[in-house]
């Protein structure tokens, strides 16, 4: 039976494009079971491609007819083919994390076909320390960071020796609840009130309550025309990043201590997701050095912000997107990068600030009006006429803080893959871990070269704020 798709999903399908593919993605490394033999990944394939009773969510594609009245609808897959969805990768010799790095940035570059389920899922073996990865891509049609995260939180267990437990794919069998996963300083948007899919409907419709905030929207424009960005942003410079890309992708990853970031956070009054931004500006910065292309003014970057994922029927396994987001000014202008963190902090706050002002209706709208240059300026092919209102997406995303397990597999760590759109091409997605904050780079292999030298100037960046902070 088909049903209709919301809007904010038939955008995301309407956006893509060959140079666009719209769909999130996710790498899991997994160390092997103790006593597990040298078949153990493709037992691993196997039961996660055997899975019988597969969700809902996984057996939908868009589809458009006559009789839909040309209206886009989730349309069940008669012809359902859990081999096309699942498959079995190995990497070339010598095995190391950068061909691994390398084939998820191949994979992350094809876009889903609309008659199949939008979804598929590579296991991948030949990791020359043994260890096993998966690599998967959703459409955001169908889920958002968040909602991905908890798809993979809820098929994971605390207990190594537990078993037959599903792919994320699969029906989740009658279980407690899998633990609620905050941001580590507690920025999960959680002040905001439960969003359901009709105040996304009415938000992007622009019904009565979204029209009738003219207060908010005036003291939103009227920080944007004085430069302090907090949910609209008017000054973004011109960067290499804000051009025209191709649907080629490289991807880099890495992570660190999340206690590393906490202790600058303690020693300056701010926050972890503070220092995430600042160390993604100093990297930032010293990038666009070496390239002898950095503007004077401070790069823009678009953070989003959850509208309480925790009880909103929008992030959650059953999928959906949790929208809002804050422009936060990231002083690249500054070349100390203590008072780049400060900057950060303060913009942040501030977008924070604005937000929780507005109804959750009305955060919809302005997040969809501080998003419309974005994507009106690609559909209209105006690159480079327009200014881009913001330099890059970077997003939080939190993830269980202890050490999950799927049927005896430790799960090592998990990187988070995401969407690079024309006129905006670079997205640093960052995901926390037991114990570990990942950062994903997601870019256009040409329009981003040396995509991976940012992991450097990340590290280089932690090492500066640790100095900065705590002496």
């Known amino acids: 039976m088909a049903t209709p798709i919301d809007p904010t999903a038939v955008a995301f399908l309407l956006a893509e494009n060959r ?21 153990y990944a493709r037992e691993m394939y196997e039961a996660m491609s055997g899975v019988e009773d597969i969700a809902p969510l996984f057996l939908k594609h868009p589809h458009r007819s006559v009789r839909t009245g040309g209206q886009l609808v989730w349309k069940p897959d008669e012809q359902f083919d859990i ?5 079995h990768n190995a ?12 084939l998820c940035g191949r994979l992350h570059s094809t876009r889903l076909a609309w008659e199949r ?42 207990d190594p020796d537990e078993r037959d437990m599903p792919p994320p794919w699969g029906v989740l069998p009658q279980r407690p609840r899998p633990e609620e996963h905050d941001d580590e300083d507690g920025d999960d948007g959680g002040r905001f009130a439960g969003v359901p899919v009709s105040a996304l409907r009415a938000a992007l419709g622009i019904t009565a309550e979204a029209a009738g ?22 000054y973004a410079p011109r960067t290499l990043f804000n051009q ?25 009054g701010t926050t972890i997701n503070d220092v995430v931004l600042a160390m993604c500006a100093g990297a930032l910065r010293a990038y666009l050095i070496d390239h002898d292309a950095l503007p004077d003014a401070p790069l823009v970057a678009m953070v989003p912000v959850g509208l309480n994922a925790k009880q909103s029927h929008i992030a959650s396994t059953e999928g959906g997107n949790a929208l809002g987001a804050v422009m936060v000014q990231l002083a690249t202008d500054q070349a100390d990068p203590a008072r780049r963190l400060g900057a950060v902090h303060r913009s942040m706050k ?49 993830g269980p803080r202890t050490t999950h397990y799927w049927n005896g597999a430790r799960l090592e760590g998990t990187y988070p893959l995401s969407i690079p759109i024309n006129g905006m091409a670079l997205n640093i997605t960052c995901t926390s871990y037991d114990g570990s904050m990942a950062f994903g780079l997601t870019g256009c292999r040409r329009t981003v070269p ?22």
């Open 117 to 158: 389920p939008l979804w598929e899922a590579h296991l991948i073996e030949g990791l020359r320390d043994g260890r096993v990865a998966m690599y998967t891509k959703t459409h955001h049609a169908l889920v958002d960071g968040v909602s991905a995260m908890r798809l993979l939180a809820s098929v994971l267990s605390t």
């Open 450 to 471: 040396h995509l991976q030298r940012l992991l450097t100037h990340l590290d280089h960046e932690l090492q500066a704020l640790e100095r900065a902070a705590l002496g």
């Open 213 to 234: 905030m003219p207060g908010a929207l005036v003291k939103t424009l009227r920080k944007g025309l004085r430069n302090e960005t907090s949910s609209l942003s008017l």
């Open 91 to 102: 990497l070339p010799e010598p095995g190391r994390v950068r061909e691994l790095l390398d």
């Open 350 to 398: 501030d977008g924070k600030e604005a937000l929780s002002s507005m109804t959750p209706v009305q955060i919809l709208a302005m997040s969809a009006l501080g998003q419309a240059p974005a994507i009106l300026t690609p559909m209209l092919k105006m690159q480079g006429i327009l200014r881009p209102p913001y330099n890059v997406i970077i997003s939080n995303v939190p």
């Open 244 to 268: 025209s890309i191709t649907g080629s992708r490289r991807f880099a990853a890495q992570d660190w201590p999340i206690e590393r970031l906490r202790a600058i956070g303690k020693a300056t």
């Open 83 to 87: 081999e096309h969805h699942v498959r």
């Open 19 to 39: 140079s666009m593919p719209m769909h999130v993605g996710g790498l899991q490394l997994f160390t092997k079971p103790e006593g597990a033999g040298r078949g």
